[in-house]
């Protein structure tokens, strides 16, 4: 059996380390902690599931915290979590029968991120990270934010997923993190380029965001996700100004970076039927039902793209033509994909009555 440090770095996570800590005890060899320089009760909280916390004096780098928390395992492999992170029932089981069979010559370990969930708890969004690594391979983490790791050698993907549980608003932390360095003189460039768009989007700066998704754009080599994270991040930047057109434009250059995805097929889809042009708004909906889903993707996926969403649009702008027949085609396709949804469900029902209006005229 392999051994197992989880390493973290946290501060003021009094809400949630101890949830985290508690979905992952008993599957790590030694929990080690580091604190940035909380002000609750974090390290209180830490001390009740291990002895191993340190303080590390906080330089706007979370690449530096985290080396530091790498710096003080002590076992074979290293895990890392965030304290919004925790493991569910069925993946805690996955991690303990991994341990028992992982091959010791691998080097990392490649999990699923779920981030936020519907309402029967599953996942809207889900990509892989490099999550279990090899301590002897001395990995470092790189960028000041949205760090990132030199992983390589022997690499496996599993089906173990971590999920985020978030309960804090977005900040403007990682904005100035980014603006301090620009005001240092440094560069802001390559994968950069999309994180600072993404804040400045974030913290509605739109017009900085589309300057900077422009240039991020432009770049070649950068992770795929990124480009059509990009795309759409940047058409939605436009809608805030009311520029449809510019909009458009933006996510049909996320073709120019990769084959359609159906995440950008939608909100094409989405704009033709808000402009009440359904037929071209059918088309691009359509389009996603002929597209395979990455089984593993480094960026994003987003799950009801793939299916669910389309399929409701199709049966919406199907009726509005008075396709009736197509659109309850769709809206039972929709209820494969979701079984037992209620805005389906509904749609449907009113469908099939309109049918069955039609009959006894």
């Not at 599931?49 to 690449?63: C, G, L």
């Amino acid at each position: 059996m392999v051994t197992i440090s989880l390493c973290m770095i946290v501060k003021n996570e009094e809400d949630t380390l101890g949830r985290c800590l508690d979905s992952i005890k008993g599957l790590v060899d030694e929990i080690i902690i580091v604190d940035t320089g909380s002000a609750d009760r974090t390290k209180e909280i830490a001390r009740e599931y291990t002895n191993k916390i340190y303080d590390f004096e906080w330089i706007d780098d979370f690449a530096a915290a985290r080396n530091f928390s790498f710096s003080k395992a002590t076992k074979e492999y290293i895990l890392w979590l965030d304290a919004d992170d925790v493991l569910l029932e069925e993946d805690r089981l996955k991690l303990k029968n991994l341990r028992k069979t992982l091959n010791p010559e691998i080097d990392v370990v490649m999990m699923k991120y779920n981030i936020g969930t519907n309402e029967k708890g599953e996942p809207l969004s889900t990509f892989y990270r490099e999550r279990l690594l090899k301590r002897s391979k001395n990995f470092q983490w790189f960028n000041p934010v949205h760090e990132y790791t030199n992983f390589n050698g022997k690499i496996v993907n599993s089906d173990i997923a971590v999920t985020h549980k978030k309960i804090r608003s977005a900040t403007d932390r990682n904005l100035r993190i980014f603006e301090k360095m620009l005001s240092e003189g440094k560069e802001i460039k390559d994968r950069n380029l999309f994180y600072y768009a993404r804040e400045l989007y974030i913290n509605k700066r739109y017009d900085d965001a589309i300057v900077y998704y422009n240039k991020f754009l432009d770049t070649e080599g950068g992770l795929m996700s990124n480009y059509i994270d990009a795309s759409v991040d940047m058409s939605k930047c436009y809608l805030t100004k009311d520029d449809k057109k510019n909009s458009v434009k933006a996510l049909l250059r996320s073709f120019e970076h990769d084959v359609p995805r159906a995440e950008v097929c939608c909100q094409l889809g989405y704009h033709y039927k808000n402009a009440n042009d359904f037929v071209k708004a059918i088309s691009w909906f359509e389009l996603v039902t002929k597209l395979k889903k990455p089984e593993i993707s480094w960026g994003s996926v987003i799950h009801d793209c793939w299916g669910y969403i389309p399929c409701m649009e199709l049966c919406s702008c199907y009726y509005k033509l008075g396709k009736i027949k197509e659109a309850l085609e769709y809206v039972n396709k929709a209820l494969e994909y979701r079984p037992g949804d209620e805005t389906a469900l509904h749609n449907k029902s009113f469908i099939e009555g309109v049918i069955q209006n039609i009959k006894q005229i």
